[in-house]
C-alpha cells in the first residue's frame, strides 16, 4: 500500500517511514503542502496539523478518497473535531508506537474494503430482487413476528429485502437448520428464517414456539400460533397456468396485496375504483386482518 506522510518535521517522517516499511508499506514523504496537491492516489496519508488551516485543508480535500490520519500533538477542535467533519478518518497523538499506528491503518483498510464490498452486494441484491420484491410496501403495517408463504423462495427473499430497505432495519439471514441464538440479534435488527420447512414437524414447532414475540419473518408453507401470517404469490404467473375469470383475478389480487397495499393502490394497479374493490370484498367475504 501506498502512503503518503505529510509531516514538516523531516527526522519524524522518515523515522516513520523506515518504520512502516517494515510492515509492507511503500512510503513517500511530504515536507511541504504543495508537494502533497499533486494528483498522485495515495492509500494512506498521514497528515501532520503543524500546516496552516488553509493549506491543511487543502490536503484534505485533495485525498478525500483516501485514509487520511492525523499526527497532532494536541487535541482540540482545530486538531481533531473540525478536520473529521472534514472528511478525516481518524488521529494519532504524538509520540505514539508505530505498531498503534499500523493498527489504526489496518482498522480502516478493512473498514474501506467491506464498505465497498457491501455496496457491490446491495447493487446485486436489488438487481437480483427488483422481479421479485412488492412494487410498494407499507413497512407500518407489518407485524412481527410473520410469516410469509410464496411459491418461490425468491418471492419471499425480495419482500423482506424491501422490508429491511424501507423500515431501516437490519436484517440477520439464518439457515434454521443450523440453528441461532435469538439473544444475540442486535437492537433495531430482525431475524429472517429461511428453510424452517425442512426441520421436522417438532423441532420446526419448537422453534416457531421459541420465537413467539420475538423480531422475526419466517418463510414457511404454513402458519403458527402466535405469528402473522401473509401469503405472496405470482398472479400473472397463475394467469399463466390457469384460465380465471376477471372477477376471481380482482379476488387474488385483493389476497395478494391486501396486507401490503392500501385500497387505494390495489385499486391502481386493477384500474377500478375503491368503490369496487369494497364491492367485491363484500361479495366474497374478504376482510382486512386487524
Not at 527526522?11 to 496537491?37: P, R, V
Request: proline fraction near 3%.
Amino acid at each position: 500500500m501506498r502512503v503518503l506522510i505529510v509531516e514538516n518535521e523531516i527526522y519524524l517522517a522518515q523515522s516513520i517511514a523506515s518504520k512502516l516499511s517494515e510492515f509492507g508499506y511503500s512510503c513517500e514523504i511530504a515536507t511541504h503542502t504543495f508537494e502533497a496537491l499533486r494528483d498522485d492516489k495515495y492509500d494512506v496519508v498521514l497528515l501532520s496539523t503543524s500546516f496552516g488551516a488553509n493549506e491543511f485543508y487543502k490536503v484534505i480535500e485533495n485525498h478525500k478518497n483516501s485514509i487520511i490520519i492525523l499526527l497532532i500533538s494536541y487535541i482540540s477542535s482545530d486538531t481533531v473535531l473540525n478536520p473529521i467533519k472534514a472528511g478525516v478518518s481518524d488521529y494519532i497523538q504524538k509520540p505514539f508506537m508505530i505498531e498503534e499506528l499500523v493498527r489504526k491503518i489496518k482498522f480502516f483498510e478493512s473498514f474501506k474494503r467491506y464498505e465497498t464490498l457491501n455496496e457491490t452486494y446491495r447493487i446485486m441484491l436489488e438487481s437480483a430482487m427488483i422481479v421479485n420484491k412488492p412494487a410498494s410496501l407499507d413497512h407500518k403495517k407489518i407485524k412481527l413476528p410473520l410469516i410469509i408463504s410464496s411459491s418461490k423462495i425468491q418471492i419471499s427473499d425480495g419482500f423482506v429485502f424491501s422490508y429491511a430497505k424501507e423500515s431501516g432495519l437490519n436484517c440477520k439471514i439464518v439457515d434454521a437448520k443450523l440453528g441461532f441464538d435469538i439473544k444475540a440479534l442486535l437492537p433495531n435488527s430482525f431475524i429472517y428464517i429461511r428453510n424452517i420447512d425442512e426441520l421436522s414437524l417438532e423441532a420446526r414447532a419448537n422453534m416457531l414456539d421459541s420465537l413467539r414475540g420475538t423480531p422475526t419473518i419466517v418463510h414457511s408453507a404454513s402458519d403458527h400460533i402466535g405469528f402473522n401470517f401473509m401469503m405472496l404469490g405470482e398472479p400473472r404467473a397463475a394467469m399463466m397456468s390457469d384460465i380465471l375469470s376477471i372477477d376471481e383475478y380482482v379476488k387474488q389480487m385483493i389476497l395478494l396485496y391486501q396486507d401490503i397495499l392500501p385500497d387505494t393502490e390495489i385499486s391502481k394497479k386493477l384500474g377500478i375504483s375503491r368503490k369496487s374493490i369494497w364491492e367485491r370484498r363484500k361479495r366474497h367475504d374478504i376482510y382486512r386482518q386487524k
